[in-house]
């Protein structure tokens, strides 16, 4: 395997510092969305708090039909008198205030488990997925001015106390943009759930890795849309929001380092998920354009045909009347056809010889 | 080489013309001499019949139906070229309620090939619009173009099952000037169906 890529530290000023780690083997796991996509839906199930109807609700009543011959449909009615109430239908999910179809039980199963070997594979994914600049921004983080992707920070950046300096940082790396995305998109939430404590809503920013919380969290967590989140624990839902492969991460220089004891390489395992490697790729070269042209393949690939091939026979002509057509079948008939235009005219001069013999014998008739 | 297989069918088809003028020639010679003498000329039996099937699809008893199978006659208005034989005689007996049948002329089986002749080919159903589609099929049995294919057909010649059942069934139309008042009834009763012996040329004729 060649050289393993190397990434540039920044410092806190944002300019390059001299010294560059190794690109983590989590970074060349195999990116699949589809796998994502799956983990996230089981995992974001994972939080969900429990609904339903109230048990006895729209049954709280001594319905019963009135039965037939009583030119009213059978649903149950409200027995008794003196109120509106009597004589409505009740029970039915069709009625007015009727019990629902199916009423929802607390007892849906709300959480989804998802074996965990999967769950590791997602995860290396969406850590895989924040290296590609291409899947950040076409997941809409504002990384047009960023230096390079992924992102670290030196050390000290795990210092840092006031959220002054955090934006000085942020600012100093051209991230800033991405925050400020944030603020401009929080706005109030359509529907109910803005009288259910889920009054607004904004775009996710940054999501900042760290080894050890020096004061970082503090200063970050003010920042609307910065998420903090230690690198023993990264979640996939933070890593890839809404099954998205590519939120925009800047590491600290550590927790990039540590990544490698996390996920473990291509040859070690995992020092903290026992037992784990990474996922290898079906594929070792998945660029198949570059296979294709490559010089061993182009050997002993065949000439390629014509772009266009005429398709050979479209309409079946009758060679009862196209002479072309006849000729090709049977080249005789093109003879068959001359003599018989030449017979013709052989037929007319008999004719018209047979016309002057009857002339003939009535001049003889007369002249007796 | 397609020069040469070109000069081959020429000479072929200059042959059969020859054969066809030679073999209609000499059976009016025969009948005239017969007649002459005051002899009675007996035609050789018809070695071929063309068959047409009249009815649709509902309502066949099993036995014909089984026979129309046979005969390759599935669809209403198509048509087939069987071999004369005791068999088949009786096969065409059986369905006589169903068919319309005769024995056709050169012209016919020339018109019936050269505009609704029809190959299977590999299953499929492939216009003969070249001789090669003939000569790669049937080119081991010595026909390799349109001209030998119609000789084949109408001679009955040796290897006239396997040249009728390279062509497709004919589909033909529905006659111009109608059928028959009531074509259920058998044509000697006024009606279409049965054998109608050298009528059945003026029928495929109006139906090709």
Excluded at chain 1, 52 to 76: F, H, L, M
Excluded at chain 1, 79 to 100: C, I, L, P, V
Excluded at chain 2, 39 to 67: D, E, H, M, S
Excluded at chain 2, 143 to 158: A, N, Q, S
Aim: glycine letters at 6%; charged letters at 25%; a positive charge.
């Amino acid at each position: 395997m060649a050289a393993r890529p190397v990434v540039s530290v920044y410092g806190l000023n944002g300019s390059k510092l001299e010294a560059t780690v190794p690109l983590p083997s989590v970074f060349t796991s195999p990116i699949r969305p589809d796998l994502v996509q799956f983990v996230h839906k089981n995992m974001a199930k994972n939080h969900r708090q429990p609904y339903s109807a109230k048990q006895q609700a729209g049954e709280e009543t001594s319905a019963e039909s009135w039965g037939t011959g009583r030119a009213v449909a059978r649903i149950p009615r409200v027995g008794g008198s003196g109120t509106h109430r009597s004589g409505q239908a009740a029970f039915g999910n069709m009625t007015r205030g009727g019990r629902m179809f199916a009423p929802n039980k607390i007892w849906r199963k709300w959480h989804v488990r998802t074996n965990t070997n999967q769950k590791r594979y997602a995860t290396a994914s969406a850590v895989a997925a924040t290296g590609v600049s291409a899947l950040v921004s076409g997941r809409g983080h504002r990384i047009a001015k960023i230096q390079e992707v992924p992102l670290v920070v030196s050390a000290e950046a795990e210092s840092l106390k006031k959220t002054k300096e955090a934006v000085a940082l942020l600012k100093a790396l051209s991230a800033y943009a991405d925050v400020e995305k944030v603020a401009n998109t929080r706005s109030q939430r359509a529907g109910r759930g803005k009288m259910r404590n889920r009054r607004h809503r904004q775009r996710r920013g940054p999501l900042v890795v760290f080894a050890q919380d020096n004061g970082i969290s503090h200063a970050f967590r003010n920042l609307p849309g910065v998420e903090l989140v230690d690198v023993t624990r990264l979640n996939l839902l933070q890593l890839a929001p809404g099954g998205h492969l590519g939120r925009f991460v800047i590491w600290t220089q550590p927790a990039f380092e540590a990544l490698n004891k996390v996920f473990g390489t291509q040859t070690e395992a995992s020092a903290q998920k026992k037992g784990y490697t990474l996922p290898q790729s079906l594929v070792t070269n998945p660029d198949v354009s570059r296979i294709i042209a490559s010089d061993e393949v182009q050997a002993v690939v065949r000439p390629a045909g014509p772009r266009f091939t005429k398709r050979p026979f479209t309409q079946k002509k009758n060679p009862l009347r196209n002479t072309q057509v006849l000729v090709r079948l049977n080249p005789y008939a093109q003879v068959l056809r001359r003599t018989e235009i030449l017979g013709l005219n052989k037929k007319t001069a008999k004719k018209s010889h047979k016309k002057a013999a009857s002339q003939k014998f009535l001049d003889l008739l007369k002249a007796d | 080489e397609r020069r040469q297989k070109r000069q081959v069918i020429f000479k072929r088809a200059e042959q059969y013309v020859k054969e066809y003028r030679q073999v209609e020639r000499t059976e009016i010679r025969l009948r005239r001499q017969a007649k002459q003498v005051g002899n009675f000329y007996v035609p050789a039996q018809p070695k071929l019949a063309f068959v047409v099937r009249t009815r649709g699809i509902n309502k066949i008893a099993p036995k014909p139906r089984k026979v129309l199978q046979l005969l390759r006659l599935l669809q209403i208005n198509n048509g087939v070229f069987v071999r004369l034989s005791y068999a088949t005689t009786q096969m065409l007996q059986i369905i006589t309620p169903y068919a319309a049948w005769g024995t056709p002329n050169l012209k016919t089986v020339k018109e019936l090939i050269y505009k609704r002749g029809y190959a299977k080919v590999n299953k499929q159903r492939l216009p003969i619009s070249d001789n090669r589609i003939i000569e790669e099929n049937l080119g081991k049995y010595g026909i390799i173009c349109v001209e030998d294919l119609v000789h084949e057909i109408f001679t009955v010649g040796p290897n006239f099952k396997v040249a009728n059942s390279f062509l497709w069934p004919f589909k033909l139309s529905n006659p111009t000037g109608g059928w028959a008042r009531r074509k259920v009834r058998h044509f000697i009763e006024g009606g279409d169906v049965g054998n109608r012996e050298d009528k059945i040329n003026a029928l495929v004729r109006r139906m090709n």
